[in-house]
């Protein structure tokens, strides 16, 4: 049959799918001259910091003591100017009133702050993920090495996505620190919001089908493991009955917790220091430090 007794059908789509009642709140309005964010670029600047923070082992495989100075520069150097870019996207899409470019001189003078200031905490988020690998090495008995674990374990680079992703979200830039959570995510099946907050020594033990929320606090020393959730309980409503942003409503994990596969954890409750959460079960109730919640028999 010719395409062209298709053509009434095609033409009653393109009418239909642009009738503006069928695209409201989802059509991006784009105001011509204003940059939009690109994965494509959010992944190699991902890729950067990554060499940076674990040189030898991403980016150039060559790199010795002697020239170490030298290839960080230079990834430095394109680390700010591509993150610049990126930010500078997010923050007029932020603002995009749609009717003129937003990207001022002032705009762009403040993306390069967030990116020159993101830099500046590259050398503490190093400190801090090489707690995280050593987690990760000293908690598996089939780690052979601080290599294998950095190279291999999905568990690090989503903790390295989610960590460069966090300090992006204080430094208030919009959308991106999200858009780089949700690529480990898809990695590795190991959901981490860059809101939460999470101290040293964290590691998750195979880790597919991890979540952790947006509020959720979790202490040093911290390990998960498979398909472990940590949740919101309920989600209070307006007057209009739509969720309340930005309320604590996830759990508190405090120092050296351990949370054993397929455990659900929701609401704003505290797990106590030191505490053991058996697999399979949920907890909705605090847990005291020290405790051991296990299934019953």
Known sequence: MSPLNFTHILTQAVDRLSAPESYEGLFLRHTEGNPLPSGRDLRRIVELARAVIFPGYFGNSTVNSRTLPYHIGVNIEQLFEQLTGQILAALCLADDNGDAPCCSDALREDAARKAADFISVLPRLRALLATDVEAAYNGDPAARSFGEVISCYPCIRAISNYRIAHELLVLGVPLIPRIITEMAHSETGIDIHPGAQIGSHFTIDHGTGVVIGETCII????????????????FPLDKDGNPIKGIPRHPILEDDVIVYSNATILGRITIGRGATVGGNIWVTEDVPAGARIVQRK
């Not at 202490?219 to 309920?234: D, I, P």
């Open 219 to 234: 202490g040093s020393n911290v390990k998960l493991y498979q398909g472990v959730t940590l949740g919101a309980k309920s």
